[in-house]
């Protein structure tokens, strides 16, 4: 939020399960401030959604946000030093949070980061016998994580040139660097 200067709260304090909007359900709780998630048959969680704790916003989340809200806004936006239609960007910014949402999961991708731990263990609970998360499918549930991984592909895809942003990504491609063809 960059009127508050914080991440937003991903899951309810009260029932701890992710906000859900649920307009199939026609016997939702009306109350705007409630969670209203369903905890069982007709009982939803009453938990009002302003007492969630929140966290501060480090300045790059906020500024990669002002960024991001200009694109959704239709305004042009600068793409390793060329002027690009918001989607493009938009997408190119997702892909490349994506990417390192999975070069993280490596085995060194815990300690390249602050939250590389918290990434870790959700990882580990997203990962089943036939494949690991899939971070493009579903993003992680922490806002920490998710504002974390834009704001470095957002380092990455604002530089002033193709050359330069590959330079920033290079140190994350050694986090493979043990692949096959990995890079």
């Known amino acids: ?38 905890l069982g048959l007709r009982q939803h969680c009453p938990h009002s959604v302003l007492e969630g704790e929140s966290q501060p916003a480090p300045a790059e989340v906020l500024s990669m946000q002002l960024s991001i809200d200009a694109a959704l806004a239709g305004a042009p936006t600068e793409f390793m030093g060329q002027m690009v239609v918001p989607q493009v960007y938009l997408a190119e910014l ?8 999975h070069l993280l999961t490596r085995p060194g991708g815990r300690k390249r980061v602050h939250w590389g731990s918290d990434l870790h263990a959700e990882a580990s609970a997203r990962t089943t016998e036939l494949r690991g998360p899939r971070w ?48």
């Open 94 to 101: 997702r892909n490349t949070a994506t990417l390192l949402l």
């Open 1 to 38: 939020c960059l009127k508050h200067r914080t991440l937003l709260t991903a899951s309810c304090g009260g029932c701890g399960l992710r906000f859900r909007l649920r307009r199939y359900s026609p016997l939702r709780p009306s109350t705007d401030l409630a969670c209203g998630n369903q």
């Open 136 to 183: 493009g499918v579903s993003p992680p549930a922490s806002s920490l994580i998710r504002a974390g991984a834009l704001s470095e592909a957002w380092e990455i895809v604002t530089q002033s040139s193709l050359d330069e942003a590959a330079a920033k990504l290079s140190p994350w491609l050694d986090l493979i660097s043990d692949i096959p063809n990995g890079p």
